[in-house]
């Protein structure tokens, strides 16, 4: 078999694992994880790993798209990542807007942009730190509901 045979018998596609981790909706680290696993197969190039869309398509059960979206086909998306810190916030209050944020989201998820919230209180200092990841429009209405909440002036 010459070097030219071979090559038409790899897989016509591969994806990066940013690409994977984007199209599945995961972090690029869960993706990593299943690789290190042997749960997803893949090929170490160098330092990187590159899944075969057959690959990809016997680890999801489903066709794999054509190729990942990209800026070139309009598939731009910006996301947030916003800390809201709140001084002076008790325990009942912070329950209070925790619960609130998360009711917020949960209702507002109905098909309009993923957010995903964490909440941290640190009940020593009084401090309620509000992280949220998602869409620019949902991160600003959550953002609109949290200042609400506080009371803090427009």
């Known amino acids: 078999m010459d070097r030219e045979e071979g090559l038409e018998s790899l897989p016509q ?3 990066s694992v940013d690409q994977v981790a984007e199209l599945l909706d995961l972090h690029v ?5 299943y690789v290190r696993d042997g749960r ?9 790993y590159r899944i075969a869309r057959e690959d990809l398509e016997a ?11 990209s800026a070139d086909r309009g598939g731009r998306h910006a996301e947030a990542s916003v800390i809201v810190r709140i001084d002076a916030i008790g325990p009942e209050a912070t ?3 925790t619960n609130t944020v998360m009711a917020a989201i949960a209702h507002g998820q109905d098909g309009g942009e993923r957010l ?3 909440t941290v209180y640190d009940e020593e200092r009084a401090v309620l730190k509000v992280i949220i990841l998602g ?4 991160t600003a209405e959550l953002l609109k509901i949290i200042n609400a909440l506080t009371g803090q002036p427009e």
């Open 13 to 15: 596609q591969y994806y």
């Open 95 to 97: 329950i209070r807007l």
């Open 135 to 138: 869409g620019l429009d949902s």
């Open 116 to 118: 995903r919230v964490e």
């Open 59 to 69: 680890f999801t059960g489903r066709p794999a798209p054509s190729s990942a979206p």
């Open 40 to 48: 997803l197969a893949a090929t170490r190039i160098g330092k990187q």
């Open 29 to 33: 680290r869960t993706v990593r994880g």
